[in-house]
């Protein structure tokens, strides 16, 4: 991805938040310069992963295949002080007929839930013993009312309604053509990107950016350790 659609993106979904009444934490707004005037006390931001995480799953598709993040808390499994935080929450903007791929966690259950704007459908299947996607009916708890369905169904979540995946459970995600972009919330377990992502089709968590502007924030993976 160009550094400067990144840059776009991370604007459009500010603008979109503010529309909704929905304000960042003070780290969304600092720039790079911002950054470097940052010392330990940051440390949890880097170290969790907070913040704008924009990918298109090295596909090259962004208005296909793609997603913006921003990362408003998480722990980390091993790495102390923050094991005591078992918990994370995003904040997850979803274009019309914008997918993430179809994938399953190991560790994390997260729910996804549709806060406002359009309707996200989400399509699921268990997993078979050797990580495709089963033909087999899926049990699946929708704001806590627990439903069976073939596999495959694409559940329509209008806002305010949500879905629990389950760990090993295939979902793929996209807003619903005509109902407008999807603002989504996650709750969930720990996030580790590095570890809990399995994905159906090879493909990349995080973009190859070509740097053809100035980083207008950096994003969850850029942080650098103080005075570096
Ligand atoms: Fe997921």
Redesign the pocket.
């Known amino acids: 991805m160009k550094r400067s659609e990144i840059n776009a993106l991370i604007e459009d979904a500010k603008e979109l938040l503010h529309k909704h009444y929905m304000k960042l934490p003070p780290f969304a707004y600092w720039s790079p310069e911002d950054w470097k005037q940052k010392g330990s006390e940051c440390d949890e931001i880097r170290e969790c992963g907070l913040g704008w995480d924009i990918t298109d799953f090295g596909a090259g598709d962004f208005d296909r295949t793609g997603l913006v993040v921003f990362t408003v808390r998480n722990g980390h499994r091993t790495l102390e002080p923050y094991t005591d935080k078992t918990y994370c929450e995003k904040i997850l903007i979803v274009r019309k007929d914008q997918h ?1 791929p179809m ?3 190991v560790f ?1 259950q ?1 729910d ?1 839930i549709c806060r406002c704007g359009g309707n996200l459908v989400c399509e699921v299947y268990n997993r078979t013993p050797d990580d495709q996607l089963a033909g087999t009916e899926v049990e699946v708890s929708l704001d806590g009312v627990r439903h069976r369905v073939p596999a495959g169904t694409q559940l329509v979540l209008t806002p305010g309604e949500s879905i629990t ?1 389950t760990p090993y459970l295939w ?1 793929e ?1 996209w807003a619903e053509k005509g109902t407008g972009t999807s603002i989504v919330g ?1 709750v969930s377990k720990v996030n580790d990107d590095a570890t809990d ?1 399995v994905f159906l089709k090879a493909l990349g968590r995080f973009p190859d950016i070509e740097e053809d502007a100035p980083p207008m924030h950096l994003l969850c993976t850029e942080y650098e350790a103080p005075g570096a």
């Open positions: 993430t994938h399953y966690h994390k997260e996804i995946l979902h995600f996650e992502n």
